[in-house]
């Protein structure tokens, strides 16, 4: 099945947002909607839509999701105003929720205050590398109020054993206070990973051999968040309950099929860029030097998560009219899909038989972005949509 593809006229440069605000929710799956919530009529699918459901949570809110080769599926639910019960989870074929890797792991509470690199804190990406393995960040900042302090890691687990098999910490030289870790890629090939900091703006690169991490760009025009702009999400302007507009830093993160290079940009902006993945294995160059290596690639949406597939398309997030697109090696943006039920279109996972997964997590409906009202008025979901072979 091919995917439903949007007339060109609608394209018209869609714009798109971040996978980094936190929302007042419940605590639990299945739980109701809030009482200060105000309920309006749920998007409906479109008679021809690709997108097949997976799983479906009223709260808490869902952000991102790994699909395993073998089809297991995981999401993480960010402690950002609630407190989940299942931080990161393994989601079953009947939308059941199991805690990852195990209940010991999911808890955060006074009792285990003591043991930060042992908890899910607030993690916010769970990603697949190549190889099958696992892997979860947790930047450590509940509420995105400021990192527990030796909270900060990066874990890797075996699926097959579900054990965790490597956890690095970072220092606060690498995840200050006020950073927030957002986005994880990891090359099988030079053992190395790339994450976005989005609290700051900067990119963290991680040698996987000596877990040695560095952090990279921190405030490069390329990392920082357009002040300029006014994104709008349902047509509704993102305004914090500061008065502030939305700004977002570096968020959306992609490796391409031969890791060669790292595409990345701030989910407020309309730039794309990236830059030869040699470059920053290079622990001899400075910043300025790597900023002469940076390539602008242009204008794309405003978008939140980003992957790529195997002819290198790049797949992006446009939440502004409720859409995906991608971009074509030869820099062309085109439709995939778009479906109102696609309410802030947050992360994307490859599966297996041709499946991509998105997460919708309607961060422009929580609490934060509505004078303290959420304003949900559907599940929070994994989608996936079957792409052309």
Known sequence: ????????????????????????????????????????????????????IVAAFREPQIVGVAVLPDGRVFGDFPRWDNNP????????????????????????????????????????????????????????????????VGGPKLVEIDPKTNKVTRNISFSESVAARKSYLND???????????????????????????????????????????????????????IDPTGKKARFNADGIA????????YWKPLTSYKLYRIKTEALRNATLTDAQLGQQIE????????????????NNLYMTAFENHSIVRRTPAGKIEPVVQDPRLEWPDTFAFGPNG??????????????????????????????????Q
């Open 1 to 52: 099945m091919r995917p439903a593809i949007l007339p060109a006229s609608l394209l018209a440069l869609v714009v798109a947002s971040s996978c980094s605000s936190p929302s007042s929710t419940a605590n639990e799956v299945g739980a109701t909607i809030s009482a200060d919530s105000t309920v309006a009529t749920a998007p409906q699918a479109p008679a021809n839509s690709p997108l097949q």
């Open 85 to 148: 019960i299942n931080p990161v989870a393994e989601i079953g074929a009947n939308g059941s929720v199991k805690p990852y890797s195990d209940a010991n792991w999911c808890t955060w509470n006074e009792t285990v205050r003591n043991e930060p690199q042992k908890h899910w804190i607030c993690p916010q990406s769970v990603y697949a590398d190549k190889t099958g393995m696992l892997w979860v960040l947790d930047p450590a900042s509940p509420n995105i109020k400021g990192t527990v």
């Open 184 to 238: 994880v890629r990891v090359d099988t090939e030079h053992n190395y990973a790339y994450i976005t900091e989005s609290g700051i703006g900067a990119l963290v690169v991680v040698d996987l051999k000596s877990s040695k991490a560095r952090k990279l760009l921190e405030k490069h025009p390329s990392m920082l968040g357009d002040t300029t702009l006014n994104i709008k999400a349902d047509g509704h302007e993102m």
């Open 255 to 262: 490796l391409s099929q031969d890791f060669q290079y790292l």
């Open 296 to 311: 602008d690639l242009g204008k794309v949406p405003a978008c939140d998560g980003m992957e790529i597939d195997a002819q």
């Open 355 to 388: 499946m991509l997964y998105i997460t919708n997590s309607a961060i422009h409906k929580t609490a934060t972005w509505n004078k303290g009202i959420g304003r949900q008025d559907q599940p929070y979901h994994i989608f996936k949509m079957r792409m052309a």
